[in-house]
């Protein structure tokens, strides 16, 4: 009895997995259809292929450049587009669409491929070896997860960020995305996009629809409908969007609505707030909504501010939430974004200027949003508001994973950033996001609390008002320098016996190492470049307005002090000033030739080693001598 | 409080695009809207009497916002 019950539940399993199973050839979607000519085809095949090419609007390509000589050709859908394609739903035979200014199809039915397929073959069976529909296999069974929307090709920015290798793990379910900003329109390519109940604080009612076009924009980098053969994809598409309309439709709104949208948000289940909007002023009210948000478990995501500024602006700016600075195509910082303190981390927001002054489509961030007669487009904007949703989508990606603490987040976002190893004026926070090895290290679960604090303080995060970055400057190479400096000099005064001086001291500090604590500090709203130059040694200047810490070739020599000590011998005190100097420029050149040999222009170490070690020698014969004949005056 | 600037109108295309207002010391001021349309036009130098809005965020975030309380025109562009 009990092996006839195992049989049949064996048999019933079988019969369950088997009619679950699609098969790969049930997934049958074409897009294309693939065609290989005899080798000895007439002329004439060419005219047909090009007469059912014009029919239903394809385009005939060589399979790939290998293909010519096989006589392989596939008809697909023609996608020439310009920028801004609009779908129009124009009514093409057998209701497909077409998007006006983008002569692309979005894609034929099933049907409709069957229908063009079997006129394929009739008339071109008689020139043809093969005529096959072109199988796109799902991608999820082969192992790659490339998405099947038209544009997606377009979104550099979701390659940027790794996604198709996130989207291996996670695609973001279960997880509730508060959008406060202009509101959230239904566009086509969110109708398959979950939404949760939202409101209007503009207008205090429940309809929280968008009248402007930012906010369904943002909302689309986020939770795009993807892999629904139409438009874009988005990053976290099995999310859900809370839509929380606080912008005005001319994109303005208030501390107080925004507060209250936070508030909102927290107390109605969402997980993540992603807030593109800013401004200069701080505000009690909405650091204490902020507070309570987060201390319910919420991750807290904002913009960091479009004016180029060296602070981000508010909400970025508190600590509780995390300030996201934009890059280009080419992952440098774009030109607009704000940089410095409150900037946790770097993704693509966007730069479309072009040359001579024209708009760049392709160099911004490509969604479905509305226009403003509420039509749907499909539009590239520009701005630090486009890098905080990618930011806000991977958290949503990481937090599906079962990592919901916002301390946690951001601990995965940061560690698994793409760093920058020179960026002191700290224009990308931890680095680029990178969905890939967020959600791997999301995956591996575990994450120590007292970790994470220990890489606050040591990042020096935790002060509000200013903060030391250690990161900028080599501590130990700075240490090395200074002890080096006396030593040299104290080995220098037993050969001459001269007296250690104020003057002498203060050259042998400047010269190798200068206030080097300054070159890490950051104020908010300051420039940064003053503290740079204070906290530079001679050897230093050369790149304080750039940058980088890498060394410049006319600063980092013996030209300066060389310099010093022709326009300073003269002078009682300052010559001493200039001996100084020169020995710790020797100590200093030689420290960064041993341990930190990075210049500008010489990109070959062993050369800047070598250009770094002439000059320390030049900088030790310069000191010497100056303070053999100096030595006998004192 | 109240604030005068001398500037020069400017339209900046981050994101979905706004409005401001550039003083001569360079200082980008986003205009609060809805503003006079014989102001906002590109090149346009301007005195203006406003008000900072510190009260107010906006998605353009390119500077503070300014509400315009009155305005006189000093040269077209």
Known sequence: ???????????????????NYAGLGAKGEFNAIAIELKSTYSPDALEVLEKIKNKYDLEINPNSVFSQNLNLFTLSPNSKCTSNAEPTKEKLPEGTLRWSGCTRLTGYSDEYWQKILAEVRQELGKYAQAIEPNYEYKLDFIGSTRPNDPLYSRQWNLTNINIEKAWEKSKGKGVVVAVIDTGVSRVEDLQKTEFVKGYDFV??????SDDNGHGTHVAGTIAQSTNNNLGVAGIAYEAKIMPLKVLNSFGAGTITDIAEAIRFAADHGANIINMSLGGA?????????????????????AAAGNSNYPAAFYPARYPKVIGVSATSATGEKAFYSNYGAGVD??????????????????????QNTINREGKSIYASFQGTSMASPHVAGVAALIESMGINKPEEVLNVLKQSVVKIPDDPQNFYGAGRIDAASAVQLASKGKLDFLDFFRWLRDNGYLSPRFWIDGGVMSIPLKLVIVVGSYLLAWLLR??????WNWSFTNGLFFGGTGLFILRGFYVFDLPQTPFRLLGSSIVELGNVFSNTNALNP????????????????????????????????????????????????????????????????????????????????? | MDIEIRGTI??????????TLVSDANVTYEIMQPADSRLLQEGLKVKVRGKLRSDVMTMAMVGQVLQILDYSILAES
């Not at chain 1, 037993?494 to 007296?499: E, M």
């Open chain 2, 10 to 19: 400017k339209q900046s295309d981050l994101g979905i695009g706004t409005w």
């Open chain 1, 554 to 634: 006319i600063t980092a020599s013996v030209l300066l002090p060389f310099l010093m000590l022709i326009f300073l011998l003269g002078h009682a005190r300052w010559k001493w000033f200039a001996i100084g100097s020169a020995i710790s420029v020797c100590v200093a050149l030689t420290a960064h030739a041993i341990f930190a040999p990075e210049m500008m222009w010489i990109t070959d170490v062993w050369q800047a080693r070598a250009y770094l070690g002439v000059n320390a020698a030049l900088c030790f014969g310069l000191a010497y001598l100056s303070a053999k004949s100096e030595s006998g005056a004192v």
């Open chain 1, 494 to 499: 037993n050969w001459f016996p001269f007296s």
């Open chain 1, 203 to 208: 207008n205090d009612d429940d309809d929280a």
């Open chain 1, 281 to 301: 002023g701080e505000s009690a009210i909405l650091k204490e909504a902020i507070d309570y948000a987060y201390n319910k478990g919420v991750t807290i995501i």
């Open chain 1, 1 to 19: 009895m009990k092996k006839l019950l195992a049989v049949i539940l064996f048999f019933g399993a079988l019969f369950w997995v088997l009619s």
């Open chain 1, 345 to 366: 981390i770097s993704a693509p927001g966007g730069d479309m200027r072009g040359a001579d002054g024209t708009k760049n489509e392709a160099g911004g961030i490509l």
